[in-house]
Structures are given as structure tokens and as C-alpha cells.
């Protein structure tokens, strides 16, 4: 059983695209987040969403959206590709937002992205 | 601005051989993660350091954290290749708000 999974796993495509990255998570948890990582694997936090609602999002281009159908789903929508997007996107899930305790996080497998 | 650095960056390293990688942050944070990457896999957790003073050990790795230093080890101990991949640590601020490191690329020769 795949805790958290992520669609496509890899993902080719021109200039100025729009694409979407797909996640789920089937572990009941509250919390889900993208990260980007570069091609010197350096992680940045892109979003994260709890019980459907954003609370955390970065400085990152308005080109990126999340969307939550429902708390097991963490979607990326992506618009006008550009060169500098081509990363390693991953998606991951915790319990809920609570400023103590044990909420580890689970990484799904990561979405390769090529823009060309 | 937060920071999260990891020395080193690259660490190769003979088998048999012990050695620490350093995780160093720039805020308060009570709680610390370490996370290993095998190439082109996700990340597995390893880790989770909840208070200041607390020592986590599996197999050949231990990790420690001194949260008023701000800081975190991971020590490997008699090295084997399996334990080659990218070793990385994350600090949580307030909001669940994870920030990783740089990364320690270790590759262990035989």
C-alpha cells in the first residue's frame, strides 16, 4: 500500500505549458505540503494545506496553485512553464498542525519535471 | 532569515570509518528531523529529535540534538556502503513550518 503517491513521475514539456502534478495520501493525515527540490537538491517548502485550507505559502511565483478537493488531496497546478521550473517536485502529508509533538512527515516518490 | 546548514556538503568516507555531519540553525526550534535520500528515491525518515538533550540511535547511525547550541549530529559509526545517500536535517518553527538543510552527500567507499 502506497502512503503517499504522486502522478506523473516523470513530466516533460514545452515553455509557457500548463501542467498539473497530482497527490494523495491515504494515511488520514491533515496536513500536506509540496516541496520543490533543485537540481542541487536543495528542499524548499512550496505550500502546505490543512483540512483544505492554505496556511502556509512561500515566495513562490503566483504561477503555482494548490489545490485540495478533500483532505487526502494535494494537487499542483502549474501555468506558463518556464526553464527555471525544471525540478524534482515532492509531495508530502503529517498529522495535524500542532506546534508539539510527533508530526512526522511522509514523502510521496516526487515528480520529475523537464521543461524544455 | 532562517538557515539550516549542514557540514559538510560531500563527505566521502572509507568503510569501517566513523565520522559526524553537523546540523547547524539560525532560530529557536524544538524539534529536529533527519532524512536520508537514496539517488533519484524520495526522502525516509530517520529521526525525529523532540527535545534538547535527546539522542536517537538505529544500526550505525546516532543523532543528538542540543537545541541551545542550535544544533544537531548525526555520527555514523564503522561505515558500510549501504549507508551511502544524501543525509538531510530539518528544523520546525512555529506554524509546523519545516526547513531543510543543505544536504550531506555521503558516499561510502569499500
Known amino acids: 500500500d502506497t502512503a503517499v503517491s504522486q502522478t506523473p513521475k516523470y513530466l516533460v514539456t514545452q515553455m509557457g505549458n500548463d501542467k498539473s502534478i497530482k497527490c494523495e495520501q491515504n494515511?488520514?493525515?491533515?496536513?500536506m505540503y509540496w516541496y520543490k527540490q533543485d537540481s542541487k537538491k536543495f528542499l524548499k517548502i512550496m505550500f502546505s494545506?490543512?483540512?483544505?485550507?492554505?496556511?502556509i505559502n512561500e515566495t513562490v511565483p503566483n504561477r503555482f496553485s494548490p489545490k485540495s478537493p478533500d483532505k487526502a488531496h494535494l494537487n499542483l497546478h502549474i501555468n506558463s512553464l518556464e526553464l527555471g521550473d525544471s525540478a524534482v517536485y515532492f509531495c508530502?502529508?503529517?498529522?495535524?498542525?500542532?506546534?508539539?509533538?510527533?508530526?512526522?512527515?511522509?514523502f510521496g516518490p516526487g515528480t520529475r519535471l523537464t521543461v524544455l | 532569515e532562517l538557515k539550516v546548514e549542514q557540514n559538510p556538503l560531500f563527505l566521502s568516507m572509507q568503510e569501517g570509518k566513523n565520522y559526524t555531519i553537523y546540523c547547524n540553525y539560525s532560530?529557536?526550534?524544538?524539534?529536529l528531523y533527519w532524512y536520508r535520500q537514496d539517488p533519484g528515491k524520495s526522502l525516509e525518515s530517520l529521526f525525529v529529535l523532540l527535545s534538547n538533550g535527546a539522542v536517537k540511535q538505529e544500526g550505525r547511525l546516532m543523532a543528538s540534538l542540543d537545541t541551545k547550541a542550535r544544533l544537531s549530529t548525526l555520527h555514523i559509526t564503522a561505515a558500510v556502503h549501504d549507508l551511502s545517500a544524501t543525509y538531510f536535517c530539518a528544523v520546525v518553527v512555529a506554524g509546523n513550518q519545516f526547513y531543510f538543510g543543505t544536504g550531506t552527500s555521503l558516499t561510502v567507499i569499500p
Open positions: 508530502a502529508s503529517s498529522h495535524a498542525l500542532v506546534a508539539s509533538g510527533n508530526n512526522e512527515q511522509f
Open positions: 532560530t529557536t526550534s524544538d524539534r
Open positions: 494545506y490543512n483540512n483544505k485550507e492554505l496556511i
Open positions: 494515511l488520514g493525515h491533515d496536513t
